[in-house]
């Protein structure tokens, strides 16, 4: 496959085209930006001879960019998300992105019947949460063997090494609209909104995190799940480190142009980021936990949300994703075939049934 991935000088870019750059199943990449600078010098390191930058706006033009090319991957901010969609859509290619929180999700939702009739997949939410953690609550219903009455997913991030100075995950305009906009929760089969930064509880998570506190976030799990398994409750809880936690209140109001600052500004996380990820059906529990690639210089909180995008493009080349329609991954991805990749990327799951609450 030809793949073009968007937003290529952002945070998380650097690793799908490392990984895509390393995928046989992939024959040519193109880094995308309206920073080509940036761009450039995510292919000149990551993307081996396969890769070459371009400058583009997403909002004008990138159909015309994306003509003969296969698939997109879309790791640019979720805000772009249905421009983006539309491109692929005149250009005949398939999609592919990190998630849309939960509003702009369902307004994805409803280009399904479009993608479907152009033999094209939409690919809602691909990355480590929303993304593995779909895929992950297949696992955890079929392992139940019912239909079940909750879903929860909890989702951590430590950064083991952290710079001496601002440092933030991934975009912090995505962290700040997680942490200001009303969270959604199921109960009863009824979605409702709650207070930006209610209290999750306390969690167990495996090492090098241990006990955490946790925070309700906006996620389209929330969304996605219900309709998809049945269950009439479900919610997701976010892990930060309390000082990453602090620096982002402080944003909360600031001017746009502070916020634009504060992410120029900020360091990237260091090559030692660890990754947590919890899914619980009732008395299910699958756990994934990602660990650095040294190889890359790149760490686990990056690449366990770059990793199952590459992934779903190498799946989408053997023609083990054959689903059209814009699709959340737990409708179209299979387990067996996705765990198996990411293991190759320093990712190990575990199950565990009649899991104690």
């Not at 993304?131 to 992950?136: A, F, I, L, R, W």
């Not at 959340?328 to 990411?342: K, Q, S, Y």
């Amino acid at each position: 496959m030809k793949v073009a991935v968007l937003g290529a000088g952002g945070t998380i870019a650097p690793a799908i085209v490392r990984d895509l750059a390393e995928s046989d199943e992939v024959t040519n990449l193109v880094a995308l930006d309206l920073d080509v600078e940036r761009a450039l010098a995510v292919a000149e390191a990551h993307g081996g001879y396969k890769a070459f930058a371009r400058e583009v706006d997403a909002r004008e033009g990138l159909g015309e960019v994306l003509e003969g090319w296969d698939v997109l991957v879309n790791s640019a901010s979720y805000r772009i998300n249905l421009d983006a969609m539309r491109a692929c859509l005149w250009a005949g290619c398939h999609y592919v992105d990190l998630g849309g929180l939960y509003h702009v999700t369902a307004q994805q939702l409803e280009l399904h019947e479009e993608f479907e009739k152009a033999g094209l997949l939409a690919l809602l939410g691909m990355g480590s949460s929303p993304g593995k953690t779909n895929v992950m609550a297949v696992r955890a219903v079929r392992e139940l063997g019912g239909v079940p009455q909750r879903v929860d997913v909890v989702a951590a991030g430590r950064d083991l090494d952290p710079p001496d100075g601002a440092s933030y995950p991934y975009a912090v305009r995505t962290l700040l609209d997680e942490l200001t906009m009303p969270p959604m929760l199921v109960r009863d089969g009824e979605a409702l909104d709650m207070e930006p930064l209610t209290p999750g509880g306390e969690v167990s998570l495996p090492e090098p995190i241990g006990e955490a506190n946790t925070i309700y976030t906006l996620h389209s799990e929330v969304l996605t799940f219900p309709e998809s398994f049945g269950c009439r409750a479900c919610s997701f809880r976010l892990s930060l480190p309390p000082a990453l936690l602090e620096s982002l209140r402080a944003l909360t109001g600031a001017p746009e142009a502070e916020v634009e600052r504060a992410a120029r500004e900020a360091l990237p996380p260091s090559a030692r980021t660890v990754s947590v990820h919890v899914v619980e059906a009732d008395s299910v529990r699958v756990t994934a936990v990602t660990e650095p690639m040294e190889r890359w210089g790149l760490g686990g909180g990056i690449v366990s949300t770059a990793a199952p995008a590459a992934a779903a493009v190498r799946l989408l080349a053997r023609g083990q994703i054959t689903a059209t329609g814009a699709l959340p991954p737990e409708r179209c991805v299979e387990p067996d075939d996705l765990f198996p990749e990411l293991e190759t990327r320093n990712c190990r799951f575990s199950t565990e049934v009649n899991a104690p609450r």
